[in-house]
Protein backbone atom coordinates (compact mmCIF):
# COMPACT_ATOMS: atom_id res chain seq x y z
CA UNK A 1 0.00 0.00 0.00
CA UNK A 2 1.25 3.76 -0.64
CA UNK A 3 1.44 6.12 2.71
CA UNK A 4 1.32 9.62 1.02
CA UNK A 5 1.76 12.52 2.33
CA UNK A 6 -1.58 12.14 5.15
CA UNK A 7 -2.73 8.95 5.42
CA UNK A 8 -6.49 7.98 7.06
CA UNK A 9 -6.83 4.31 8.09
CA UNK A 10 -10.66 3.92 8.90
CA UNK A 11 -12.54 0.37 10.05
CA UNK A 12 -14.24 -1.45 12.39
CA UNK A 13 -12.91 -2.37 15.98
CA UNK A 14 -10.48 -4.84 15.80
CA UNK A 15 -10.59 -5.21 12.11
CA UNK A 16 -6.15 -4.65 12.11
CA UNK A 17 -5.74 -0.58 11.79
CA UNK A 18 -3.45 -0.48 14.38
CA UNK A 19 -1.54 -3.80 13.55
CA UNK A 20 -0.41 -1.94 10.26
CA UNK A 21 0.91 0.66 12.57
CA UNK A 22 2.57 -1.69 15.04
CA UNK A 23 4.87 -3.22 12.66
CA UNK A 24 6.53 -0.01 12.30
CA UNK A 25 6.85 0.84 15.74
CA UNK A 26 7.71 -2.70 16.14
CA UNK A 27 10.79 -2.39 14.00
CA UNK A 28 11.54 1.11 15.46
CA UNK A 29 12.03 0.28 18.79
CA UNK A 30 14.23 -3.13 17.81
CA UNK A 31 16.39 -0.97 15.82
CA UNK A 32 16.51 1.91 18.56
CA UNK A 33 16.65 -0.98 21.02
CA UNK A 34 20.07 -1.70 23.15
CA UNK A 35 19.65 -5.04 23.63
CA UNK A 36 22.00 -6.68 20.23
CA UNK A 37 20.76 -10.07 21.27
CA UNK A 38 16.88 -9.21 20.18
CA UNK A 39 16.15 -9.81 16.78
CA UNK A 40 12.72 -8.39 17.55
CA UNK A 41 12.37 -5.82 20.61
CA UNK A 42 8.44 -7.53 21.16
CA UNK A 43 8.35 -4.65 24.35
CA UNK A 44 8.11 -4.46 27.55
CA UNK A 45 5.47 -1.92 29.15
CA UNK A 46 7.60 -1.02 32.05
CA UNK A 47 10.43 0.09 29.81
CA UNK A 48 8.33 2.70 27.84
CA UNK A 49 8.29 0.67 25.18
CA UNK A 50 5.76 2.10 22.11
CA UNK A 51 4.00 -1.56 21.77
CA UNK A 52 4.14 -4.67 23.95
CA UNK A 53 2.81 -7.17 21.96
CA UNK A 54 3.60 -10.33 24.20
CA UNK A 55 5.62 -13.63 23.14
CA UNK A 56 6.30 -14.51 19.23
CA UNK A 57 3.20 -17.12 19.75
CA UNK A 58 0.81 -13.39 20.28
CA UNK A 59 1.83 -12.37 17.28
CA UNK A 60 0.47 -15.31 15.22
CA UNK A 61 -2.79 -14.95 13.61
CA UNK A 62 -5.36 -17.43 15.74
CA UNK A 63 -7.04 -18.45 12.26
CA UNK A 64 -3.94 -19.01 10.31
CA UNK A 65 -1.49 -22.10 9.81
CA UNK A 66 1.63 -20.05 9.33
CA UNK A 67 4.40 -19.93 11.83
CA UNK A 68 6.31 -17.21 11.00
CA UNK A 69 5.84 -13.73 10.69
CA UNK A 70 6.70 -11.00 7.88
CA UNK A 71 7.72 -7.13 7.95
CA UNK A 72 8.30 -5.19 5.17
CA UNK A 73 8.38 -1.89 3.88
CA UNK A 74 10.16 1.06 1.38
CA UNK A 75 11.14 4.24 1.76
CA UNK A 76 12.15 6.88 -0.65
CA UNK A 77 13.30 10.68 -0.29
CA UNK A 78 11.78 11.09 -3.64
CA UNK A 79 9.07 9.13 -3.24
CA UNK A 80 9.76 7.15 -6.51
CA UNK A 81 9.38 3.05 -6.18
CA UNK A 82 12.66 2.74 -8.42
CA UNK A 83 14.75 5.02 -6.12
CA UNK A 84 13.22 3.11 -2.61
CA UNK A 85 15.15 0.79 -0.01
CA UNK A 86 13.35 -2.00 0.87
CA UNK A 87 13.40 -3.69 4.79
CA UNK A 88 12.21 -7.50 4.31
CA UNK A 89 12.02 -9.26 7.29
CA UNK A 90 10.82 -12.96 8.75
CA UNK A 91 10.40 -14.02 11.55
CA UNK A 92 10.12 -17.55 13.68
CA UNK A 93 9.78 -18.49 16.93
CA UNK A 94 12.90 -18.90 18.74
CA UNK A 95 14.16 -19.52 22.52
CA UNK A 96 11.47 -18.99 25.70
CA UNK A 97 9.24 -17.42 23.43
CA UNK A 98 10.64 -14.68 21.61
CA UNK A 99 11.11 -13.99 18.04
CA UNK A 100 14.04 -15.30 16.18
CA UNK A 101 15.06 -13.63 12.47
CA UNK A 102 14.85 -16.02 9.77
CA UNK A 103 15.56 -13.79 6.64
CA UNK A 104 16.30 -10.31 6.00
CA UNK A 105 16.65 -8.34 3.11
CA UNK A 106 18.06 -4.63 3.12
CA UNK A 107 18.74 -2.29 0.86
CA UNK A 108 17.75 -0.62 -2.59
CA UNK A 109 17.65 -2.94 -5.26
CA UNK A 110 21.07 -4.86 -6.45
CA UNK A 111 22.88 -2.94 -2.89
CA UNK A 112 22.70 -3.86 0.39
CA UNK A 113 22.78 -7.63 1.82
CA UNK A 114 20.21 -10.22 2.37
CA UNK A 115 20.46 -12.87 4.87
CA UNK A 116 18.98 -15.94 5.72
CA UNK A 117 19.10 -18.52 8.52
CA UNK A 118 20.23 -21.95 7.76
CA UNK A 119 20.31 -23.01 11.57
CA UNK A 120 19.91 -22.05 14.88
CA UNK A 121 22.12 -18.94 14.67
CA UNK A 122 23.99 -19.39 12.23
CA UNK A 123 23.38 -17.15 8.26
CA UNK A 124 24.47 -16.94 4.77
CA UNK A 125 25.33 -13.17 3.41
CA UNK A 126 24.68 -12.58 0.35
CA UNK A 127 25.92 -9.42 -0.88
CA UNK A 128 24.54 -6.62 -3.50
CA UNK A 129 23.30 -8.42 -6.41
CA UNK A 130 25.53 -11.76 -5.98
CA UNK A 131 24.22 -15.27 -6.49
CA UNK A 132 26.72 -16.69 -4.60
CA UNK A 133 26.70 -16.69 -0.29
CA UNK A 134 29.53 -15.52 1.58
CA UNK A 135 29.19 -19.25 3.29
CA UNK A 136 27.71 -19.50 6.56
CA UNK A 137 28.61 -18.01 10.14
CA UNK A 138 27.30 -17.31 13.36
CA UNK A 139 29.21 -13.78 12.84
CA UNK A 140 26.45 -12.77 9.45
CA UNK A 141 23.63 -12.60 11.96
CA UNK A 142 22.92 -8.92 12.21
CA UNK A 143 22.23 -7.28 15.40
CA UNK A 144 18.71 -6.10 16.08
CA UNK A 145 17.72 -7.05 12.62
CA UNK A 146 19.47 -4.21 10.76
CA UNK A 147 23.57 -4.20 11.01
CA UNK A 148 26.66 -6.38 11.25
CA UNK A 149 29.50 -6.23 13.85
CA UNK A 150 32.54 -3.39 13.24
CA UNK A 151 34.37 -7.11 13.51
CA UNK A 152 32.17 -8.44 10.24
CA UNK A 153 32.90 -5.19 8.56
CA UNK A 154 36.13 -5.17 9.22
CA UNK A 155 36.78 -8.98 7.96
CA UNK A 156 34.57 -7.72 4.84
CA UNK A 157 37.26 -5.59 3.88
CA UNK A 158 35.88 -3.58 0.76
CA UNK A 159 32.96 -5.78 0.04
CA UNK A 160 31.51 -3.90 3.41
CA UNK A 161 31.23 -0.77 1.95
CA UNK A 162 27.92 -0.77 -0.18
CA UNK A 163 26.33 -2.35 3.28
CA UNK A 164 27.82 0.04 5.87
CA UNK A 165 25.42 2.39 5.47
CA UNK A 166 22.17 1.17 5.15
CA UNK A 167 21.87 0.26 8.81
CA UNK A 168 22.17 3.78 9.80
CA UNK A 169 19.40 5.16 6.88
CA UNK A 170 17.02 2.42 8.14
CA UNK A 171 18.06 3.94 12.05
CA UNK A 172 17.86 7.51 10.72
CA UNK A 173 14.52 6.86 8.68
CA UNK A 174 12.72 5.11 11.98
CA UNK A 175 14.03 8.07 14.18
CA UNK A 176 11.98 10.47 11.90
CA UNK A 177 8.95 8.73 13.72
CA UNK A 178 6.44 10.38 16.21
CA UNK A 179 3.79 8.30 17.26
CA UNK A 180 0.73 9.02 19.37
CA UNK A 181 -1.22 6.54 21.13
CA UNK A 182 -4.99 6.33 20.79
CA UNK A 183 -4.94 7.16 25.03
CA UNK A 184 -2.86 10.98 25.91
CA UNK A 185 -2.04 11.36 29.33
CA UNK A 186 -5.06 14.09 31.05
CA UNK A 187 -4.35 17.03 32.11
CA UNK A 188 -2.85 18.05 35.20
CA UNK A 189 -2.93 20.97 37.51
CA UNK A 190 0.68 22.73 37.04
CA UNK A 191 3.59 21.26 35.98
CA UNK A 192 7.51 20.98 36.88
CA UNK A 193 9.24 22.49 33.41
CA UNK A 194 13.25 21.76 33.05
CA UNK A 195 13.91 24.38 31.82
CA UNK A 196 14.47 23.49 28.20
CA UNK A 197 12.38 22.55 25.11
CA UNK A 198 11.54 18.48 25.28
CA UNK A 199 13.09 16.90 22.29
CA UNK A 200 10.17 14.74 22.08
CA UNK A 201 6.50 14.87 23.71
CA UNK A 202 6.09 11.01 24.56
CA UNK A 203 3.93 8.42 22.69
CA UNK A 204 1.01 9.51 25.57
CA UNK A 205 1.60 13.20 25.17
CA UNK A 206 3.20 13.72 28.12
CA UNK A 207 5.51 16.20 27.62
CA UNK A 208 3.45 18.43 25.19
CA UNK A 209 2.47 20.77 27.73
CA UNK A 210 5.99 20.97 28.50
CA UNK A 211 6.49 22.17 25.20
CA UNK A 212 4.05 24.30 24.99
CA UNK A 213 5.61 26.38 28.26
CA UNK A 214 8.82 26.53 26.44
CA UNK A 215 7.35 27.92 23.65
CA UNK A 216 4.94 30.22 25.85
CA UNK A 217 7.18 32.00 27.99
CA UNK A 218 9.50 32.64 25.32
CA UNK A 219 6.47 34.98 23.52
CA UNK A 220 5.79 36.43 26.76
CA UNK A 221 9.33 36.98 27.47
CA UNK A 222 9.57 38.90 23.86
CA UNK A 223 6.25 40.73 24.30
CA UNK A 224 7.28 42.05 27.91
CA UNK A 225 9.97 43.70 25.78
CA UNK A 226 8.65 44.77 22.81
CA UNK A 227 10.39 42.62 20.63
CA UNK A 228 9.36 40.65 17.90
CA UNK A 229 8.07 37.16 18.60
CA UNK A 230 11.11 34.35 18.08
CA UNK A 231 10.97 30.97 16.84
CA UNK A 232 10.33 29.30 19.18
CA UNK A 233 7.53 31.03 19.82
CA UNK A 234 5.82 29.51 16.65
CA UNK A 235 4.72 26.47 18.39
CA UNK A 236 2.49 28.38 21.22
CA UNK A 237 1.05 30.86 18.56
CA UNK A 238 0.20 28.18 16.13
CA UNK A 239 -1.37 25.96 18.75
CA UNK A 240 -3.74 28.68 19.93
CA UNK A 241 -4.63 29.20 16.00
CA UNK A 242 -5.68 25.97 15.76
CA UNK A 243 -7.80 25.91 19.28
CA UNK A 244 -9.30 29.07 18.27
CA UNK A 245 -10.12 27.36 14.57
CA UNK A 246 -12.14 24.12 16.79
CA UNK A 247 -13.91 26.65 19.03
CA UNK A 248 -11.90 25.31 22.42
CA UNK A 249 -10.28 28.32 23.28
CA UNK A 250 -9.52 31.56 22.95
CA UNK A 251 -6.38 32.04 23.79
CA UNK A 252 -3.67 30.29 26.63
CA UNK A 253 -1.25 31.23 28.96
CA UNK A 254 1.68 30.13 31.05
CA UNK A 255 1.67 31.23 34.94
CA UNK A 256 4.72 30.46 37.12
CA UNK A 257 4.03 29.41 40.03
CA UNK A 258 5.63 31.42 43.42
CA UNK A 259 8.98 31.63 41.28
CA UNK A 260 9.37 27.82 41.12
CA UNK A 261 9.96 25.39 38.60
CA UNK A 262 6.08 24.79 38.80
CA UNK A 263 3.66 26.50 36.14
CA UNK A 264 0.10 26.36 35.25
CA UNK A 265 -1.23 26.01 31.84
CA UNK A 266 -3.96 28.27 31.20
CA UNK A 267 -7.10 28.67 29.20
CA UNK A 268 -8.68 31.76 27.93
CA UNK A 269 -12.66 31.84 26.56
CA UNK A 270 -15.19 34.20 26.38
CA UNK A 271 -13.25 36.45 29.11
CA UNK A 272 -12.52 33.73 31.69
CA UNK A 273 -9.35 32.10 32.62
CA UNK A 274 -9.06 28.24 33.71
CA UNK A 275 -6.62 26.00 34.64
CA UNK A 276 -6.33 23.13 31.63
CA UNK A 277 -7.22 20.63 34.36
CA UNK A 278 -10.78 22.39 34.93
CA UNK A 279 -11.55 22.28 31.16
CA UNK A 280 -13.22 19.52 29.23
CA UNK A 281 -11.16 16.08 28.63
CA UNK A 282 -11.37 16.62 24.59
CA UNK A 283 -8.80 19.96 25.03
CA UNK A 284 -5.81 17.78 26.64
CA UNK A 285 -6.45 15.09 24.12
CA UNK A 286 -6.10 16.55 21.31
CA UNK A 287 -3.17 19.30 22.48
CA UNK A 288 -0.70 16.79 22.05
CA UNK A 289 -1.90 16.33 18.48
CA UNK A 290 -1.76 19.73 17.47
CA UNK A 291 1.88 19.83 19.30
CA UNK A 292 3.25 16.59 17.63
CA UNK A 293 1.84 17.84 14.46
CA UNK A 294 4.18 21.71 15.05
CA UNK A 295 6.96 20.17 16.93
CA UNK A 296 7.70 18.03 13.87
CA UNK A 297 10.43 18.90 11.82
CA UNK A 298 10.31 18.64 7.85
CA UNK A 299 10.80 15.43 7.09
CA UNK A 300 9.18 13.86 10.23
CA UNK A 301 6.03 11.21 9.89
CA UNK A 302 3.73 11.92 12.89
CA UNK A 303 1.10 8.76 13.52
CA UNK A 304 -1.33 9.42 15.50
CA UNK A 305 -4.09 7.06 16.77
CA UNK A 306 -8.21 8.50 17.32
CA UNK A 307 -7.27 11.95 17.23
CA UNK A 308 -10.80 12.83 17.79
CA UNK A 309 -10.81 11.65 20.70
CA UNK A 310 -13.41 13.67 23.09
CA UNK A 311 -13.69 16.19 20.79
CA UNK A 312 -16.84 17.61 19.74
CA UNK A 313 -17.73 17.61 15.77
CA UNK A 314 -16.39 20.60 14.43
CA UNK A 315 -13.36 20.40 16.23
CA UNK A 316 -13.19 16.54 14.59
CA UNK A 317 -13.21 17.87 11.16
CA UNK A 318 -10.83 20.74 11.62
CA UNK A 319 -7.75 17.63 12.26
CA UNK A 320 -8.40 16.88 8.59
CA UNK A 321 -7.04 20.69 7.43
CA UNK A 322 -4.84 20.61 10.71
CA UNK A 323 -2.87 17.52 8.87
CA UNK A 324 -3.03 18.65 5.53
CA UNK A 325 -1.81 22.32 5.99
CA UNK A 326 0.63 20.77 8.31
CA UNK A 327 1.92 18.29 5.96
CA UNK A 328 1.84 20.97 2.66
CA UNK A 329 3.54 23.85 4.83
CA UNK A 330 6.23 21.95 6.90
CA UNK A 331 6.66 18.78 5.10
CA UNK A 332 5.46 16.45 7.63
CA UNK A 333 4.28 13.37 6.93
CA UNK A 334 0.51 12.01 8.78
CA UNK A 335 -0.57 8.24 9.91
CA UNK A 336 -3.87 8.70 11.11
CA UNK A 337 -6.12 5.66 12.40
CA UNK A 338 -9.53 6.87 12.77
CA UNK A 339 -13.13 6.63 13.49
CA UNK A 340 -14.45 9.79 12.63
CA UNK A 341 -16.88 10.57 10.17
CA UNK A 342 -16.47 14.34 10.59
CA UNK A 343 -12.60 14.24 10.08
CA UNK A 344 -13.40 11.64 6.75
CA UNK A 345 -16.26 14.16 5.61
CA UNK A 346 -13.83 17.28 5.97
CA UNK A 347 -11.20 15.32 3.74
CA UNK A 348 -13.20 14.69 0.99
CA UNK A 349 -14.28 18.57 1.07
CA UNK A 350 -10.47 19.71 0.99
CA UNK A 351 -10.13 17.41 -2.02
CA UNK A 352 -13.31 19.02 -3.33
CA UNK A 353 -11.80 22.50 -2.80
CA UNK A 354 -8.78 21.42 -4.23
CA UNK A 355 -6.64 22.14 -1.22
CA UNK A 356 -5.27 18.76 -1.40
CA UNK A 357 -4.87 15.73 -4.53
CA UNK A 358 -5.76 12.37 -4.38
CA UNK A 359 -2.46 11.39 -5.02
CA UNK A 360 -1.38 13.21 -1.44
CA UNK A 361 -4.22 11.87 0.63
CA UNK A 362 -4.55 8.08 1.23
CA UNK A 363 -7.06 6.58 2.47
CA UNK A 364 -7.84 2.91 3.17
CA UNK A 365 -10.43 0.68 4.89
CA UNK A 366 -9.78 -2.23 6.82
CA UNK A 367 -12.44 -4.79 7.41
CA UNK A 368 -13.00 -8.33 8.00
CA UNK A 369 -14.04 -10.94 5.82
CA UNK A 370 -14.85 -14.08 7.90
CA UNK A 371 -11.45 -15.34 9.45
CA UNK A 372 -9.27 -12.97 7.08
CA UNK A 373 -8.39 -9.48 7.15
CA UNK A 374 -8.67 -7.12 3.95
CA UNK A 375 -7.01 -3.54 2.94
CA UNK A 376 -9.50 -2.03 0.51
CA UNK A 377 -8.05 1.49 -0.89
CA UNK A 378 -10.62 3.87 -1.12
CA UNK A 379 -11.03 5.81 -4.20
CA UNK A 380 -11.57 9.43 -4.26
CA UNK A 381 -11.81 11.50 -7.28
CA UNK A 382 -11.32 14.54 -8.27
CA UNK A 383 -14.32 16.36 -5.90
CA UNK A 384 -13.81 13.84 -2.97
CA UNK A 385 -16.53 11.60 -4.17
CA UNK A 386 -15.39 7.55 -2.95
CA UNK A 387 -16.23 5.36 -5.70
CA UNK A 388 -15.68 2.27 -3.88
CA UNK A 389 -17.36 3.21 -0.31
CA UNK A 390 -18.10 0.32 1.98
CA UNK A 391 -21.71 0.16 2.68
CA UNK A 392 -23.00 1.57 6.15
CA UNK A 393 -19.65 1.62 7.56
CA UNK A 394 -20.97 5.29 8.81
CA UNK A 395 -24.37 4.09 9.71
CA UNK A 396 -26.78 4.46 6.65
CA UNK A 397 -28.06 8.34 7.36
CA UNK A 398 -30.38 8.38 4.41
CA UNK A 399 -32.05 5.18 5.99
CA UNK A 400 -32.09 7.08 9.41
CA UNK A 401 -33.59 10.03 7.72
CA UNK A 402 -36.12 7.96 5.84
CA UNK A 403 -37.47 6.34 8.84
CA UNK A 404 -37.99 9.08 11.22
CA UNK A 405 -39.93 10.80 8.24
CA UNK A 406 -42.00 7.99 8.01
CA UNK A 407 -42.65 7.59 11.69
CA UNK A 408 -42.80 11.71 11.78
CA UNK A 409 -45.71 10.97 9.33
CA UNK A 410 -47.51 8.10 10.52
CA UNK A 411 -47.74 10.29 14.07
CA UNK A 412 -49.58 12.92 12.61
CA UNK A 413 -51.50 10.18 11.13
CA UNK A 414 -52.54 9.36 14.44
CA UNK A 415 -53.25 12.54 15.83
CA UNK A 416 -55.63 13.36 13.35
CA UNK A 417 -57.35 10.85 13.78
CA UNK A 418 -58.08 10.95 17.42
CA UNK A 419 -59.09 14.42 16.57
CA UNK A 420 -61.81 13.34 13.80
CA UNK A 421 -59.45 15.44 11.04
CA UNK A 422 -59.33 13.08 8.20
CA UNK A 423 -57.94 15.50 5.88
CA UNK A 424 -54.93 14.51 3.86
Not at 30 to 47: C, E, R
Request: one cysteine or more.
Amino acid sequence: MRLAPVTLFLGTNSSGKSSLIQALLLIRQTVKGGDDNQDLNLGNPDAGDSVALGQFKDLLCRFGSSQQVGIEFRWSASGELANSTIFSARYRRGQAGSAELGYLRLGKEGQGFIVERRKPGVYRLLLGDERKSRRQSADFRPRRSFTFSPAVLARLGGNAVPIQDVGPQLLEELSRIIYLGPVRRLAQRDYIWSGQMPASIGDDGGKAVDALIASGLSLQKAMKRNRTAPHEATLFQETVRWLKAMDLADDLSVKSLGGSARYELLLHRDGEVSNLKDVGVGVSQVLPVIVAARHAEPGHIVIVEEPESHLHPQAESLLAELFVTVSKERNVQFIVETHSEHLFRRMQTLLAKGETVPKNCAMYFVEREGKEAKLRELAPDTVGRIKNWPPQFFGDTLGETRIQTELAIQRIKEARAKSGDVSD
